[in-house]
């Protein structure tokens, strides 16, 4: 059975900042790289069909949602590296649960936005961390994205449907 990762996508201007940063930092680290995202839900197992059309109830649910960067953080796993933590606001934690009611899937939720994944060490992710400077910023989410997550390899992870929000 394949798995997928609910995303989470921001606005475009928040979503060109972004961009290239990962992808600055893609190429100085020889990183993969990937779309600006805040996960919602990840490690969901379904039918395609059935799990688009959950993305489409969820959809439908929300309205708009206000992303607040916090400070930076790190991890020894791979996709959290480098991240901003994410302000656990009212909408935000209401919108997992709903996902979580709609998929049936009850999952830890930590929500962040990564800005490097790998493996690297601590001294290079504080440096990082200073070069980058603050990354407080505010943005809305424009859409929702049903990811294909299923290869070990997320280079080949892609986009299997895509919903804007009615803001």
């Known amino acids: 059975m394949k798995t997928y990762s609910l995303w989470l996508v921001p606005e475009e201007s928040a979503l060109s900042k972004f961009l290239k940063i990962i992808g600055d930092l893609s190429e ?4 993969p790289k990937f779309e600006p995202h805040i996960t919602l839900l990840s490690r969901i197992e379904g039918e395609e069909d059935d799990l688009i059309k959950k993305t489409e109830e969820l959809v439908s649910f929300l309205s708009t949602l ?3 960067l916090e400070s930076f953080g790190f991890s020894k796993y ?3 590296a480098l991240y901003l933590n994410v302000k656990k606001t009212d909408e935000l934690l209401s919108a997992h649960e709903k996902a979580s009611e709609i998929y049936s899937h009850n ?3 930590a929500p962040h936005m990564s800005l490097l994944w790998g493996t690297f060490d601590i001294d290079l992710k504080l440096k990082i961390i200073e070069e980058l400077g603050e990354q407080n910023d505010t943005f809305k989410i424009s859409s929702v994205e049903l990811y294909d997550i299923t290869n070990e390899d997320e280079n080949l992870w892609k986009c299997i449907e895509k919903i804007n929000i009615k803001n």
């Open 66 to 68: 206000t992303i607040t």
């Open 107 to 109: 999952a830890e939720f």
């Open 78 to 80: 791979p996709h959290k």
């Open 28 to 31: 100085k680290y020889n990183s």
